[in-house]
């Protein structure tokens, strides 16, 4: 398995998409210090499904580690069926723990938060859902957060029951590496050519 490590900037999540599929992950040095191999392997299998979970749940997705003392955005998926709550991708942003305080508080104190957080990003109103990615060991080395504006996440609750246990399955399954073939599937689950 090739690993590469690099500095990132402002990288967009398609940028990494490409650079998983030729098989590295660029990740700061900062981020690769505060993970182990299985961290970085966990990592690596998140993130080609996180276009699908943005895409079903109609939500920003974002990924986040530790980065020394700040946060990092490792990949950052934009909803198609729904304009994005972010004009730009966040991926490779470093943002200090204030700017991100539930997850700064999930990653660097293991507490999770107990119910969804409402935020506003560039005026429009969002609800945040921040999961814990754990190791085998159960180690938090990352959190995904789902970012969905107010109207859609409104529109979430009247959903089926079922439907909304199905989305949050698909949700857990993505947070825990153990969804595969995401990367397979195209926008709004479109098959694409291999």
Known sequence: MLLSIVRMRR????????????????????????LDGAGVALIKRIIPNLNLLADLLHADVLLFARAGSQVEVLAHAQP?????AYQDSLAGRRLRREQVQPV????????????????????????REIVPVRDEEG?????????????EHDRFRRRESVLKRALNRVRDLVAQGTLTGGEKLGRLGLTTAC
């Open 11 to 34: 990288s967009t999540f398609r940028l990494l998409h490409e650079s998983f599929d030729r098989g590295t992950v660029a990740i700061s040095t900062d981020v690769a210090r505060d």
């Open 80 to 84: 198609a069926p729904v304009p994005s």
């Open 104 to 127: 700064a508080r999930l990653l660097f104190q293991g507490r999770p938060p107990h119910d969804v957080q409402g935020a506003v990003v560039s005026g429009v109103p969002i609800v």
């Open 139 to 151: 180690r938090i080395v990352a959190a995904l957060a789902t970012e969905t504006a107010v109207l």
